[in-house]
Each structure stands twice: as C-alpha cells, then as structure tokens.
C-alpha cells in the first residue's frame, strides 16, 4: 500500500480548499530542483569533455578540501586501503 511506503512520506498534502494552491507551490519548487540538478549535471558533463590537468586538479582540491600537499595535513582523515585494495581490511 503507497500509504505505508516510506516514499509517500517525501511530500504530503493535505486535501482542503488550497489544495490546488499548495500543489502548484509544490510543482514550483520540485521545478526549481530539477533546472537545478540539470544545470549541475550539464556543467560536470562539460568538465568531463574538458579534461583537466594534474597541476589544476591539485589546485582544486587543495582548494576545496583544504589540503596541504607537502605535509599531508588537512581537515579530512582518510584510512588506507588494506594490501587487497578494498577499505574492509578483508583480504
């Protein structure tokens, strides 16, 4: 039963006079997020077909992580990955 599923808990709508008003509000903002999202995927797409250099992916990332590269030291702790290639440490 959609009642029951967690999916029909995302947006609820209680059916009254407004409804019609609170729908379209809905249908504003579920627009909204999806030109977002579609704008978003489009620039990753064209940074894909870009390409980018080794010097210029160490800039970014030590600009967005805040990662120092010649002392290793940065506010994001990252574990090793175990001989089999995996983070479980199982081999």
Known sequence: MAR???ASKLVRVRHGRS???HLAGIRG???LA????EATAEQY???ARKGISPDDL???VRRVFQINFSSGV???RTRPLSP???RTGAG
Do not use: K
């Open 29 to 31: 903002v579920m627009n």
């Open 4 to 6: 029951g599923s967690d």
């Open 45 to 47: 797409r064209l940074q």
């Open 19 to 21: 409804v019609h008003d």
């Open 34 to 37: 999806d030109r977002q999202f």
């Open 74 to 76: 940065g506010p994001i």
């Open 58 to 60: 160490r800039r970014y």
């Open 84 to 86: 089999a290639g995996n």
